[in-house]
């Protein structure tokens, strides 16, 4: 159950420090904010806004609030296959094709435009410069870097899943970052006093406000055909190592935005709610929430909690920066935690940061997630491709 930590927000966090909950009292403070910032069991400090924080608004959206991966989220895919075929052979074999069909990283992409990026884009078109439509292509399909990865899993069941973590890439960050920048103009002209300067809104209205809207539609789209794209080439390469049969057009498949905003109806009214770090968990509804590197995730399925905004937490959010994990921990502590699993553990030194005492405890965040979602599954990695 939550409690409320500061005027007008309420908390689902049991492990969250006084600078996260300052943070998000000042979202609290704008005049369009309606009813309570909510903070979601891994809330913890952000740009802008805080991370694992809903916010509902009228009338006004605040770009940070969104942050700079728009559409940044999870997708899984059921594989139906006997596990019994994943030795630990297979396993290296399925990372090296993995990571030699799906780039990874800061700025990576495809060698060359690829039909299925042209055709996507084709079909959703979105004024862009030469630049951003190649860059828009070439890393249609790609995974990114940071705490971005594509996973071989196992659920309770021994049942197979693909699961993977990402959004918009470049051409989604370079949007986030244009129309922050544009909202951080439109306060200063207005001589408008914020509550903390990184809380830049647009006004509805306004035709700033609208060309945002555009470019926020069109990138969540980007960021969830990006994550389906990358589904159908990991079960594609395990199709090639293993002889599979059944389609990907046939396979059960979850896919859910955790950086993004959208029009909503809450108390009967509806609102732009900005979910930042947390996904929709309406009744019913089918979510995927991460553990860190090394640590279980979870397929679940939400209670419709009214007070939450229908929403629950996106993983497990960090309990330490990533220059304190550098400081804090070595490539042998990172060895030693991902033991029994296939992992890039030739590049274990660059991974560092992403170890999993560098999070929250992803027991202790579905533990305070029990109002507002039920596990389905409980997924435990055996292969993992972290973009670097």
């Known amino acids: 159950m939550p409690n409320q930590p500061r005027p007008n927000v309420l908390s689902w966090a049991s492990i969250v420090d006084d600078h996260t909950l300052d943070q998000a009292a000042l979202s609290a403070e704008l005049p369009f904010v309606r009813g309570p910032v ?34 940044c989220g999870m997708a899984a895919l059921s594989v139906p296959m006997d596990n019994a075929l994943l030795t630990q052979s297979a396993l290296k074999d399925v990372l090296a094709q993995w990571v030699r069909r ?31 439509r190649t860059k828009t292509i070439r890393q249609f399909g790609t995974l990114g870097s940071g705490n971005h990865f594509l996973e071989l899993c196992l659920d309770e069941n021994e049942g197979v899943w693909v699961l ?9 960050n370079q949007l986030a970052q244009e129309f922050i920048k544009a909202a951080e103009g439109e306060i200063k002209r207005g001589q408008i006093t ?28 980007y960021a969830a ?14 199709i090639r190592l293993f002889n599979l049969e059944a389609p990907f057009a046939d396979l059960r498949q979850i896919n859910c935005h955790h950086n993004y905003a959208v029009i909503e109806n809450h108390g009967g009214k509806d609102v732009l709610l900005t979910r930042k770090g947390a996904i929709r ?20 399925r939400g209670l419709g909690n009214p007070l939450a905004y229908h929403s629950s937490p996106h993983g497990a959010g960090r309990a330490m920066s990533r220059g304190q994990a550098r400081r804090q921990f070595t490539p042998d502590d990172l060895t030693a935690a991902m033991e029994g699993k296939t992992w890039r553990d030739d590049v274990a030194a660059k991974l560092v940061d992403e170890i999993p005492s560098a999070y929250k405890d992803i027991d202790q965040i579905m533990a305070d997630s029990r109002d507002l979602v039920e596990i389905v599954h409980t997924l435990r990695q055996v292969a993992n491709y972290k973009g670097l």
Request: proline letters at 5%.
């Open 38 to 71: 909510v903070l979601m069991p891994d809330a913890h400090f952000g740009l802008g806004a805080t991370i694992g924080s809903v916010i509902a608004t009228d009338g006004a959206v605040v770009p940070a609030a969104v942050g700079v991966d728009i559409g």
């Open 102 to 132: 799906i780039p990874a990283g800061v700025g990576q992409g495809h060698d060359k435009e690829t039909s299925p990026g042209e055709r996507w884009l084709a079909e959703n078109p979105y004024e862009l410069d030469a630049k951003q």
């Open 164 to 172: 993977l973590h990402s959004g918009s890439r470049g051409v989604g």
């Open 194 to 221: 914020l509550p903390h300067k990184d809380l830049a809104y647009l006004r509805q209205g306004t035709d700033l406000y609208d060309a945002y809207m555009r470019a926020l539609d069109w990138a969540q789209r």
């Open 225 to 238: 055909a990006n994550r389906q794209q990358m589904l159908f080439y990991a079960y594609d390469q395990l």
């Open 281 to 300: 968990a309406r009744k019913g509804d089918l979510g995927l929430i991460p553990g860190s590197m090394g640590a279980a995730s979870f397929i679940v």
